[in-house]
T-cell receptor, first 120, second 115 residues
């Protein structure tokens, strides 16, 4: 079963509008972390935002915010005031567990991604 | 600019060649990673090094051989690759202490084509 599900293969948004990219996750761990990365066509994976499972407030980073609904196991990314440069692939990812004893604690599980296109 | 530097950015090699991909970071991170990414797919973890020791090998074929000479450098040695190994190879690093978020810092990738 997929641990990270991104149900939107592609999304379109008009410049200056807000857009929500969906992400649901599946874990039995109490401690985990959720990440969003942006990947432009150049290939680099750019970290956008992080939400820890014990964080009570939704994470925000500039125009990015994470709508964290723990009971529903969802971690949607909201981009406000879209810009043409936001056109890229967006990946949701999860790290299960806490601490650095090696092994699976290092592993990020990625969703399949959502390709966002911002139209002028 | 990314703080994880990968070279070369593009590599074309034949199936009998031996080549290496290099990755360097100077952020003091003690965990370093190799990911493989095919077009329109998410990255797939290949190897993880922690404190210069191999921590995770995701059942990667032996024609891929990782090496971590020191805490700043990570290499991926390539030998007798197949055309299906053509992909974007991403290097990443992260902090390695209890309480860190585990955020990965990625390089721009090395785009490999195997003929």
């Amino acid at each position: 079963a997929q641990k990270i599900t991104q149900t939107q293969p592609g999304m379109f948004v008009q410049e200056k509008e807000a857009v929500t990219l969906d992400c649901t996750y599946d874990t039995s761990d109490q401690s985990y972390g959720l990440f969003w990365y942006k990947q432009p066509s150049s290939g680099e994976m750019i970290f956008l935002i992080y939400q820890g499972s014990y964080d009570e407030q939704n994470a925000t980073e500039g125009r990015y915010s994470l709508n964290f609904q723990k009971a529903r196991k969802s971690a949607n990314l909201v981009i406000s005031a879209s810009q043409l440069g936001d056109s890229a692939m967006y990946f949701c990812a999860m790290r299960e567990g806490q601490g650095w004893s090696g092994g699976s604690n290092y592993k990020l599980t990625f969703g399949k991604g959502t390709l966002l296109t911002v139209n002028p | 600019d990314t703080e994880v530097t990968q070279t070369p950015k593009h590599l074309v090699m034949g199936m009998t060649n031996k080549k290496s991909l290099k990755c360097e970071q100077h952020m003091g991170h003690r965990a370093m990673y190799w990911y493989k990414q095919k077009a329109k797919k998410p990255p797939e973890l290949m190897f993880v090094y922690s404190y210069e020791k191999l921590s995770i090998n995701e059942s990667v074929p032996s024609r891929f051989s990782p090496e971590c000479p020191n805490s700043s450098l990570l290499n991926l040695h390539l030998h007798a690759l197949q055309p299906e190994d053509s992909a974007l190879y991403l290097c990443a690093s992260s902090q390695d202490w209890v309480g860190s978020t585990g955020e990965l810092f990625f390089g721009e990738g090395s785009r490999l084509t195997v003929l």
